[in-house]
């Protein structure tokens, strides 16, 4: 019986394979990188676990003794949970208001009929999304610098006193969240505008017959359809919550440490001890603790996507 099976299941593999073998073929290409840039690089998360040696290499090293020393360090010292906090609590907020701002931005200019003007507000909304975090950084500092900044000059205007924004951690988190909305929203609003852009028409014709207004259109037929979407862009997003955005950290916050309470993450952190120790291995094991948390976060959150709505989650 068993051997049936096997055989029954190999032909059906077979016969997949030759009714799709042009998609197959076309999928190599992408498969092959995906293993060469994704998995093959996997092989060094030993360094974590060994006395990291250049002239000896990944695998000539010796292991460290004990096998958990580089992970020491992150342990005992508090400027890991804060980076870890800060890397949570960030990017959860950067992925909640960009996807609110992105559905949002999606849902009204669905509604809009004048087509010049729809592309218009999409390339200008879609721009922020090319520039450098270098000119943002410059664009940031000359807004919020104590002296010259924008910002200040503003506030001198109206009688108010300079506020020394560089030294004011509490004020950051708010800011990194407006700079991402203002780069990312853009960007995302194109994924939801294309799922609606398949929406069928005979929904919202059937809902106009009964007399539905725009408002009630978009919230109950365009929003409920963008709700597998949400989810899974938002699932994808969590895979990488404990990555945060290395060039907006360190391009906009620097080495200032006035701002660490609030703007430290867990990629500053590690790029910082890999700079001032120099040791590569406590680096690696820095990294491996970042992984392992995001791998867990994507299980529970996919579980969650799951019961809340059958075959929602990615997996």
């Given at each position: 019986?068993?051997?049936?099976?096997?055989?029954?299941?190999?032909?059906?593999?077979?016969?997949?394979?030759?009714?799709?073998?042009?998609?197959?073929?076309?999928?190599?290409?992408g498969?092959?990188?995906?293993?060469?840039?994704?998995?093959?690089?996997?092989?060094?998360?030993?360094?974590?676990?060994?006395?990291?040696?250049?002239?000896?290499?990944?695998?000539?090293?010796e292991?460290?003794?004990?096998?958990?020393?580089?992970?020491?360090?992150l342990f005992?010292?508090?400027?890991?949970?804060?980076?870890?906090?800060?890397?949570?609590?960030?990017?959860?907020?950067?992925?909640?208001?960009?996807?609110?701002?992105?559905?949002?931005?999606?849902?009204?200019?669905?509604?809009?009929?004048?087509?010049?003007?729809?592309?218009?507000?999409?390339?200008?909304?879609?721009?922020?999304?090319?520039?450098?975090?270098?000119?943002?950084?410059?664009?940031?500092?000359?807004?919020?610098?104590?002296?010259?900044?924008?910002?200040?000059?503003?506030?001198?205007?109206?009688g108010?006193?300079?506020?020394?924004w560089?030294?004011?951690p509490?004020?950051w988190?708010?800011?990194l969240?407006l700079?991402?909305i203002?780069?990312?929203?853009?960007?995302?609003?194109?994924?939801?505008?294309?799922?609606?852009?398949?929406?069928?028409?005979?929904?919202?014709?059937?809902?106009?017959i009964?007399?539905?207004?725009?408002?009630?259109?978009m919230?109950?037929?365009?929003?409920?359809?963008?709700?597998?979407?949400?989810?899974?862009?938002?699932?994808?997003?969590?895979?990488?919550?404990?990555?945060?955005?290395?060039?907006?950290?360190?391009?906009i916050?620097?080495?200032?440490?006035?701002?660490?309470?609030?703007?430290?993450v867990?990629?500053?952190?590690?790029?910082?001890n890999?700079?001032?120790?120099?040791?590569?291995?406590?680096?690696?094991?820095?990294?491996f603790?970042?992984?392992?948390?995001?791998?867990?976060?994507?299980?529970?959150?996919?579980?969650?996507?799951?019961?809340?709505?059958?075959?929602?989650?990615?997996?």
């Open positions: 019986m068993n051997e049936k099976r096997q055989r029954g299941r190999a032909k059906g593999v077979a016969l997949e394979l030759n009714r799709n073998a042009i998609l197959y073929f076309m999928a190599v290409p498969i092959v990188l995906l293993f060469l840039f994704n998995y093959l690089p996997m092989a060094g998360v030993l360094i974590a676990f060994k006395n990291f040696d250049f002239a000896d290499g990944i695998f000539g090293s292991w460290a003794k004990p096998i958990f020393n580089n992970f020491n360090f005992t010292s508090e400027t890991t949970f804060r980076a870890t906090r800060n890397t949570i609590l960030l990017n959860l907020t950067f992925i909640v208001c960009s996807t609110v701002v992105a559905v949002g931005l999606a849902l009204l200019l669905n509604e809009v009929r004048h087509k010049l003007f729809k592309k218009s507000v999409q390339s200008f909304t879609l721009l922020p999304f090319f520039v450098s975090w270098i000119v943002v950084s410059v664009f940031a500092y000359s807004i919020f610098a104590f002296d010259q900044g924008i910002l200040n000059q503003l506030l001198g205007w109206f108010l006193e300079k506020v020394n560089y030294n004011t509490k004020a988190p708010i800011i969240t700079i991402t203002w780069k990312s929203a853009g960007y995302n609003s194109i994924l939801y505008i294309a799922t609606l852009s398949g929406v069928d028409t005979s929904y919202y014709e059937a809902a106009e009964d007399g539905a207004s725009r408002f009630k259109k919230r109950y037929i365009s929003l409920p359809m963008l709700k597998p979407t949400i989810i899974i862009l938002s699932l994808l997003a969590i895979g990488r919550i404990m990555n945060a955005d290395f060039g907006m950290f360190y391009g916050i620097g080495d200032n440490p006035n701002l660490y309470a609030t703007t430290d867990l990629d500053t952190f590690i790029f910082r890999l700079r001032v120790i120099g040791d590569v291995g406590m680096a690696s094991a820095a990294s603790y970042q992984s392992f948390i995001a791998f867990f976060l994507v299980l529970a959150c996919n579980r969650w996507a799951n019961k809340y709505q059958n075959g929602s989650g990615l997996f």
